[in-house]
């Protein structure tokens, strides 16, 4: 098993910066990713990122203001925002896969429980 525990979240005004924690614990984990859900709308990908952290991969439109590292000693990877808009309000899922999860939610196996984050325009 994996625990997924985010932080970091919280309400921004637009033009500022979050920075979103993810911390893993249980099993070795190979892909880490920062999905997104909206209300209203399906969850949606965001980022992702290999163990070594020598490959990342991101949704077209955050290329550029998002950007996703990991600290493997710390079990920990990070979702650093800029430049925030209101339209990225939304609650912030971590999750973690053994193998070579991609950009569908579905490919992973172990998600956090999520963290909210709001920007005002």
């Known amino acids: 098993q994996v625990q997924l525990v985010e932080s970091g979240g919280g309400l921004v005004q637009a033009g500022g910066s979050l920075r979103l924690s993810c911390s893993a614990s249980?099993?070795?984990?190979?892909?880490m990713g920062w999905f997104r859900q909206a209300p209203g709308k399906e969850r949606e990908f965001v980022a992702r990122?290999?163990?070594?952290?020598?490959?990342?991969y991101y949704t077209d439109s955050l290329k550029g203001r998002f950007s996703i590292s990991r600290d493997n000693t710390k079990n920990t990877v990070y979702l650093q925002m800029n430049t925030l808009k209101p339209e990225d309000t939304a609650v912030y899922y971590c999750?973690?896969?053994?193998?070579?999860?991609?950009?569908?939610?579905?490919?992973?196996?172990?998600w956090g429980q999520g963290t909210q984050v709001t920007v005002s325009s």
């Open positions: 990122i290999n163990w070594s952290g020598t490959s990342t």
């Open positions: 249980g099993r070795a984990i190979n892909v």
């Open positions: 999750a973690a896969d053994l193998g070579l999860a991609g950009v569908r939610a579905k490919e992973y196996l172990y």
